[in-house]
């Protein structure tokens, strides 16, 4: 059995895992239960919002190699990147299954969300 289950639609998707759970959408998020609780961790770092008018000097480039679950490159695929300060890009993974490459003035997360059932729609 795997250690890890993906579900895909629409553009939105959520894995399960031994570490948590991951959810990602362009849409509109919506939690719906009957009683919802939620705690915060014993310790919480405050969230220090980027800089408003940091200027891109391209000082922090990334790049992503995209593969299956059986480390296959995921080539000419579509994507879409949810990075930190809220902005979603799209593209195409090139021929040998990279992203475009990444740039901003400070590090940041980058969410990738790989499209492959695009290629034959």
Do not use: W
């Amino acid at each position: 059995a795997k250690k890890r289950v993906t579900i895909n639609g629409g553009g939105s998707y959520i894995t399960l895992n031994a570490s948590g759970i991951e959810s990602a959408t362009a849409g509109e998020y919506r939690t719906r239960a009957g009683y919802y609780v939620r705690r915060e961790k014993a310790q919480h770092k405050p969230d220090i919002a980027p800089l408003a008018n940091a200027i891109n000097d391209g000082s922090h480039n990334i790049r992503y190699l995209c593969t299956d679950d059986n480390g296959v490159p995921m080539m000419n695929t579509p994507y879409r990147a949810f990075l930190a300060d809220g902005s979603v890009l799209e593209g195409v993974s090139d021929g040998e299954g990279y992203t475009k490459l990444f740039t901003s003035a400070q590090v940041q997360d980058v969410l990738l969300h790989m499209i492959p059932e695009a290629i034959n729609a």
